[in-house]
């Protein structure tokens, strides 16, 4: 297997999100400790990342953990340093305008994504970091219960984590296969 590094990520990345969109590839990653947040598309051809692009309607916020998710509208799920809950934003656009999403209800899980939204039998699913006891202490599955402009609403399912070891932390599913740290 071949790692790749792209020199156009000049700082601290982390979080490397992947959203898929018919043909087209983007990389989404954690990048708040130098930019605001950047949408990569990724050039499958030549393994390199092209097009970088600001996300509009996001001010000057710095985005933790970013993840986007398509359901009518593309919704941009993330919180901030100074924030302790999630903060969902959406768009008719990938690239924005973005505008927040104001009633975010019956939140009672980790603010911090944990990797993508999950489509299970035709319900969504949000995966939280468990940061209760440590940082990294598991995973949390979140039933997505309502997503619209207006409104988010989610139910806690069920915590997920190693004995003896700290984790997860994150998981991402690519095609039928897992990943984890």
Do not use: C
């Amino acid at each position: 297997k071949v790692v790749k590094t792209f020199s156009s990520l000049k700082g601290h990345v982390s979080f490397p999100f992947i959203f898929r969109e018919k043909k087209n590839i983007y990389l989404i990653p954690e990048i708040s400790h130098w930019s605001k947040q950047l949408i990569y598309k990724y050039d499958q051809k030549n393994n390199s990342l092209i097009n970088q692009k600001k996300i509009s309607g996001l001010r000057s916020i710095r985005l933790k953990d970013p993840v986007l998710y398509k359901k009518k509208n593309y919704f941009l799920f993330f919180n901030t340093k100074a924030s302790k809950k999630i903060d969902i934003y959406f768009s008719k656009k990938i690239f924005g305008a973005y505008k927040p999403i104001k009633n975010i209800s019956n939140y009672q899980s980790g603010h911090r994504m944990g990797g993508d939204i999950v489509s299970i039998n035709n319900h969504q699913y949000r995966i939280s970091q468990n940061n209760s006891n440590l940082y990294g202490d598991g995973i949390k599955i979140n039933k997505i219960i309502e997503l619209n402009s207006k409104i988010y609403n989610e139910k806690f399912i069920k915590t997920l984590k190693f004995n003896k070891i700290y984790g997860p932390h994150t998981i991402s599913f690519i095609d039928n296969k897992l990943f984890f740290d």
